[in-house]
């Protein structure tokens, strides 16, 4: 079974950083987006962001000019940079990929607490 791997959450107190990673595999070729949903307990899983092959993103009002989204095509790597961070941003966050023929992978998820 191909395996997002993510990394990068943790315990950050209000307005802190942290920065999320995602690598997929080398056998998930073609890959058409990247990008990044959150769920938080008793909520829907929603977009936080995505950026697809050309480099163009889209971003959840709630983190628009606080994270940023970035990928490496060499390395089938996406990156979710997120600043001021606030509690409302505590949940699971999970990675997501898409392949030009609409294949699609999910990571295992990995917890952000903001919290003081």
């Known amino acids: 079974q191909v395996q997002l791997v993510e990394s990068g959450g943790g315990l950050v107190q209000p307005g802190g950083s942290l920065r999320l990673s995602c690598a997929a595999p080398g056998s998930i070729s073609n890959i058409y987006a990247m990008g990044w949903y959150r769920q938080a307990p008793g909520k829907q899983r929603e977009l936080v962001a995505t950026?697809?092959?050309?480099?163009?993103?889209n971003y959840a009002d709630s983190v628009k000019g606080r994270f940023t989204i970035s990928r490496d095509n060499a390395k089938n790597t996406v990156i979710l940079q997120m600043n001021s961070l606030k509690p409302d941003d505590t949940a699971v966050y999970y990675c997501?990929?898409?392949?030009?023929?609409?294949?699609?992978?999910w990571g295992q998820g990995t917890q952000v607490t903001v919290s003081s």
């Open positions: 950026i697809i092959s050309g480099g163009s993103t």
């Open positions: 997501k990929v898409v392949t030009w023929g609409a294949l699609e992978y």
